[in-house]
C-alpha cells in the first residue's frame, strides 16, 4: 500500500474480488476512509486508487476494506 499525499492511497486488490468504482472503503475499526476512483494494472496483479475522504495515515501493513 502507497500513499500519495495525504489523500490518495494505492492498495494492491485480490483479483478474485476486484472493487467496483466508488465503493466505500474502510478500515479494520470499521471506520469510513474513502472511495475507489481507479482500478488499473493487470489482471494478475490489479490495483486501486482511494480517494480518502479527509487527510488519513495508514500504517505498514494495515489493511482496507471494501464495504458491501
Known amino acids: 500500500m502507497h500513499t500519495l499525499g495525504t489523500r490518495i492511497i494505492v492498495m494492491r486488490c485480490d483479483p478474485a474480488q476486484l472493487p467496483k468504482l466508488y ?13 475507489v ?3 488499473f494494472g493487470s489482471v494478475a496483479a490489479p490495483y486501486a486508487a482511494v480517494h480518502c475522504h479527509s487527510d ?7 489493511k482496507l476494506f471494501i464495504s458491501r
Open 23 to 35: 465503493a466505500d472503503v474502510i478500515s479494520k475499526r470499521l471506520k469510513p476512509v474513502g472511495k
Open 37 to 39: 476512483v481507479e482500478v
Open 56 to 62: 488519513y495515515r495508514i500504517a505498514a501493513g494495515e
